[in-house]
């Protein structure tokens, strides 16, 4: 059983959004922190954005790249994860999985290792 289940990924123009969503199964309430990593062929995984369970401590991480464009939001309630893509560019073509890691430090963002992942979701942005 995939502990992380993500969805919402397609193929679009560049400029246009998307919305991933990552069904959780509890990992979002008892998890130091979860996030979305991307992978694209030929390159390392990158860290895109990440949210710490203490928010009111640490501020949400977004690498360089998805800065200004990407937003990572949660609904406890739901226990889903999303991740909000606007004004999508052709490097954002990746697959995108959703990650969660127990303790810190948050290897969502390091790579350090995480403690769950789902299969991913391709995201694809055509020029």
């Known amino acids: 059983q995939v502990p992380l289940v993500e969805s919402g990924g397609g193929s679009v123009q560049a400029g246009d959004s998307l919305r991933l969503s990552c069904a959780t199964s509890?990992?979002?309430?008892?998890?130091?922190?979860m996030g979305w990593f991307r992978q694209a062929p030929g390159k390392q995984r990158e860290a895109v954005a990440a949210?710490?369970?203490?928010?009111?401590?640490?501020?949400?991480y977004y690498s360089d790249s998805v800065k200004g464009r990407f937003t990572i939001s949660r609904d406890s309630a739901k226990e889903i994860l999303y991740l909000q893509m606007t004004n999508l560019k052709p490097d954002d073509t990746a697959v995108y999985y959703c990650?969660?890691?127990?303790?810190?430090?948050?290897?969502?963002?390091?790579?350090?290792?995480?403690?769950?992942w789902g299969q991913g979701t391709q995201v694809t942005v055509a020029s």
């Open positions: 990650a969660a890691d127990g303790s810190p430090p948050c290897g969502v963002v390091d790579g350090s290792g995480v403690d769950a």
């Open positions: 949210i710490y369970t203490e928010s009111s401590v640490f501020a949400p």
């Open positions: 509890g990992y979002l309430a008892s998890s130091y922190c």
